[in-house]
């Protein structure tokens, strides 16, 4: 079987397509490449709005196309590429970290050569945002919030092909910066990082905004973001990211308050926090700032609400914070928030025939199947004779599923010879409206603002 262009050949059909070109409508470009120097003699408006450029009225070098743009350009591979007679195709970043391109062209043997461009960019964004996303979602599943937030920091290393990340928080007492003490003792980066280290130091010593703290060129303040995408653009910080060899930084900020907490990432290639990655970071960033916040929240209310004595999970009064927090921050960075109740339905059942201490008994078997079915980014607490349990970044279904679950592992559990668990779940999902903590406490998930499915029992 021949292929296409031989098929075409064979049956005298290649005339109807000389005017194809015109049709595909893609980026072309069009010149002569003598003595390694690109000549570019005719452009058309694809190519011009792909790199948001004017078209020039007469024959210019490709850099001229360029001039004024804040943007490094990488030619070396078309270069290469026209170095060639005949047929090419390569793919590059042709603007480091922003765009990538794939180029076919054709170059003679007079120097002439035509190219045609076809922007890749946003099926390689795509991909790295699903991708991560995946990784991140499988994470969740294996790491309790503290560890959770060490993993994900090594995980975009290797996924973004940076170099170092580390988080420093303000020493209200020192009145500086200090690299986080777990960070300090693991390697963040690559074995060759002490130099981005020192920069990173550096950096936290040479405050550069309104307020005593400020990092750098960072401005301490709520979701507050800092990039320099390519070195050669980097302004008054370009020889100072020279010298310790970054070609691309990143800088956000975690937490605010009185000791606020910063997120560094540092890159040796230029482009390396430029758009492609910098979507990537924008995407889990909100998960990042939703996990500090929820250490900083736990930590500080732990130590003024203890929780249950009997089923060591958080009280009443400490929930109707956190569940307070929970809906602010799933308002804030959209993402799903369901709640999972648990009650016994045959509670008197038990405690007429086990005894008094069954109820306490049944929530202790309650709390630890639990525990031992959930995420440690998931939080569980007593209401009464029920359970509550919130699983942030989690959809209707996911929670239907660990309901389920829980229910099911629960029946052969009773504390009551010769009686099983009926144990009823209701299962519901956050979404903005009249919905108001309190409301849903008083009615354990019965309220305007929540999308419920109903209860489920043995």
Not at 177 to 203: H, I, N, P, R, Y
Not at 231 to 237: H, L
Not at 304 to 310: A, G, K, T
Request: aromatic share 8%; glycine share 8%.
């Amino acid at each position: 079987m021949p292929d296409v262009i031989g098929w075409l050949e064979e049956q005298g059909l290649l005339k109807m397509f000389e005017t194809l070109p015109e049709q595909l409508e893609l980026p072309m470009l069009a010149g002569r490449f003598e003595e390694g120097d690109i000549t570019v003699e005719a452009v058309d408006e694809q190519f011009c709005r792909l790199f948001d450029i004017s078209c020039p009225e007469r024959a210019v070098p490709v850099e001229e196309l360029f001039q004024g743009k804040v943007y490094p350009l990488n030619l070396v591979p078309l270069r290469k590429a026209l170095e060639k007679e005949g047929w090419s195709r390569n793919s590059w970043d042709i603007i480091p970290g922003e765009k990538e391109i794939v180029c076919t062209c054709r170059c003679d043997g007079t120097g002439r050569f035509f190219a045609v461009f076809e922007d890749r960019t946003e099926q390689l964004l795509n991909r790295r945002l699903f991708e991560i996303r995946d990784k991140i979602l499988e994470m969740m599943e294996l790491y309790e919030a503290r560890e959770l937030i060490k993993e994900i920091l090594k995980e975009t290393i290797t996924f973004l092909d940076i170099d170092w990340n580390g988080i420093f928080l303000w020493d209200e007492a020192q009145g500086r910066w200090m690299l986080s003490v777990d960070e300090a003792k693991d390697t963040l980066g690559s074995s060759s990082s002490k130099s981005l280290l020192a920069f990173a130091l550096a950096l936290a010593e040479t405050p550069d905004g309104p307020v005593p703290y400020a990092f750098g060129g960072l401005e301490i303040s709520e979701g507050n973001r800092w990039t320099i995408p390519w070195k050669e653009n980097a302004g008054k910080w370009k020889s100072f990211m020279k010298a310790a060899g970054i070609g691309s930084l990143s800088a956000g900020v975690l937490l605010t308050g009185k000791t606020p907490v910063v997120l560094v990432s540092l890159s040796k290639r230029s482009g390396g926090f430029a758009r492609i990655n910098g979507e990537v970071l924008k995407t889990f960033w909100p998960i990042m700032v939703s996990l500090f916040e929820r250490n900083r929240a736990v930590e500080g209310i732990a130590s003024l609400y203890p929780r249950d004595p009997v089923t060591g999970l958080y009280t009443s009064s400490m929930l109707k914070r956190i569940v307070s927090t929970e809906t602010d921050r799933a308002k804030r960075y959209e993402y799903p928030l369901s709640f999972v109740v648990l009650r016994v339905s045959n509670i008197k059942d038990l405690t007429k025939k086990g005894g008094s201490k069954v109820c306490d008994e049944t929530l202790k078997v309650i709390a630890r199947q639990i525990l031992g079915s959930v995420r440690n980014v998931d939080i569980a607490g007593r209401l009464d004779d029920s359970i509550l349990l919130i699983m942030p970044h989690t959809p209707l279904e996911g929670a239907e599923v660990v309901a389920e679950r829980i229910r099911e592992r629960l029946k052969p559990l009773s504390p009551v010879p010769g009686l099983s668990l009926d144990v009823k779940t209701e299962v519901a999902l956050f979404h903005e409206g009249l919905f108001k903590p309190e409301d849903f406490l008083a009615g354990v998930g019965l309220s305007s603002g929540i999308d419920r499915t109903g209860a489920k029992g043995s």
